[in-house]
């Protein structure tokens, strides 16, 4: 496999570490009997899987568009906030790092939307922003379980944002556009009221879910490209299933309100996080990860084994959270993570296998 771009391989691979650790910390959580390093291990599950995988993934994926050799401080910070964390350095070390690599991805967003003053670029950087401020309140001491709206929102905006610019959405109408503002003013107006109404928040964030999921499957192109086929097929098929479980996480959040910890914050909580952005993680990741490598990569049928894996494991777990049915539970969470790998495994083995020739992935398929 050649790859053009070997320097930015460590700071995958930092967050690469953050998602396996994050992944065997969530196992320990859901009470399968696994080796752990220390007491305590599993809660930092929450932190590695938002902050130290997502947030390097993303912030690098940006500081690759910008192009400017400062924009990789973010990732860096990021990863080593996540190495802290697993080497059980001081927390608020970490929580700092984390902090840092956050505010480096709102200068990039600064940065970017000096040169592209749009829609898209204003609603990432605002993303951006969200997560620097969750970051920023779990350091002061909020737990996690109020600050995992926020990061849960950094999320989603990032990826509507993402959405606008990949899929050209930004030809929306005006009234879509004022539709847009709308379901984002929603979920601000939950964020700032969780620390004053846990359980209203929690159910007009899950309002604000619900009309974004709305908002995205009827606005995006996904809905036609969907009857095309090869990779501009596939990228439609995760991105229309996870604005399905976009939806239902929201509906979780809007039925259970505030809950800090058990089954049905597990339900409201995964929908979102592995229903939606994993699906948005799946359908970019032939896009992202080329280009973040400087690597081709190939399409193949094969991938809809790790789709249609996420689609039955998350399920059962859910039916497990929502049923009081344990074993579920831990079966489907368990097999959850066994699919990331499936697809860590998809991906990597396609990126290995690529002849330099027409068929290879390119934006243009979103
Ligand atoms: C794939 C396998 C996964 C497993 C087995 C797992 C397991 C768990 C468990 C058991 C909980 C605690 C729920 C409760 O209170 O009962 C939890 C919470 C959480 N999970 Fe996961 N999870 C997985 C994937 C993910 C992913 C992909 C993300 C994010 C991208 C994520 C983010 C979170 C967050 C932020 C929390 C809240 C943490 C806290 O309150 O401390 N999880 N997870």
């Known amino acids: 496999m050649t790859i053009r771009h070997p320097r930015r391989l460590p700071l995958l691979a930092l967050g690469m570490v953050a998602l396996l650790t994050g992944l065997w ?14 007491s305590g291990f599993s809660s930092l599950h929450g932190p590695l899987m938002v902050s130290g995988f997502l947030g390097t993934l993303i912030s690098l ?6 192009g400017q050799p400062w924009a990789y401080a973010a990732p860096l910070l990021t990863g080593l906030g996540a190495v802290v964390l697993i080497a059980n350095g001081p927390l608020v070390v970490a929580q700092l790092l984390l902090l840092g690599g956050s505010a480096g991805l709102v200068t990039i967003f600064a940065a970017i939307i000096r040169r592209h003053p749009a829609l898209y670029t204003f609603t990432m950087g ?18 996690v379980f109020l600050v995992v709206f926020w990061w849960a929102a950094f999320l989603v905006v990032t990826i509507a944002g993402e959405r606008l610019e990949l899929a050209r959405l ?8 004022t539709a847009f503002l709308l379901c984002f003013g929603t979920l601000l107006a939950g964020l700032l009221l969780l620390g004053w109404w ?6 007009l964030f899950g309002a604000g879910l619900i009309a974004l999921a709305l908002w995205l499957g009827f606005n995006d192109i996904a809905r036609r490209t969907v009857h095309q086929s090869g990779l501009t097929r596939f990228i439609a098929v995760c991105l229309l299933s996870g604005y399905v479980w976009l939806g239902v996480s929201g509906l979780a959040a809007m039925l259970y309100g505030g809950v800090p910890v058990g089954p049905q914050y597990d339900a409201m909580l995964h929908a979102f996080f592995l229903g939606f952005v994993f699906a948005m993680i799946f359908a970019h990741a032939p896009i992202i990860f080329p280009a973040v490598l400087g690597a081709r990569m190939m399409y193949r049928p094969l991938f809809y084994v790790h789709v ?26 368990l097999l959850n993570a066994v699919t990331l790998v499936l697809f860590l495994a998809n991906t990597v083995t396609a990126l290995r296998s690529v002849p330099d020739r027409p068929g290879a992935t390119s934006r243009a398929a979103s």
């Open 25 to 38: 910390a969530g196992i320990a959580r859901l009470g399968w009997d696994v080796p752990l390093p220390r």
């Open 61 to 66: 994926e940006r500081a690759v568009a910008l």
């Open 170 to 177: 930004q030809q929306v109408t005006a009234g879509a556009q």
């Open 308 to 333: 249609l894996l996420l689609q039955t494991t998350l399920v059962v777990r859910l039916v497990g959270d929502v049923a009081g049915w344990g074993v579920g539970r831990q079966v489907g969470g």
């Open 126 to 143: 605002g993303g951006a922003i969200i997560w620097a401020l969750g970051n920023l309140l779990w350091f002061l001491g909020w737990p």
């Open 198 to 203: 846990f359980d209203g928040a929690v159910r």
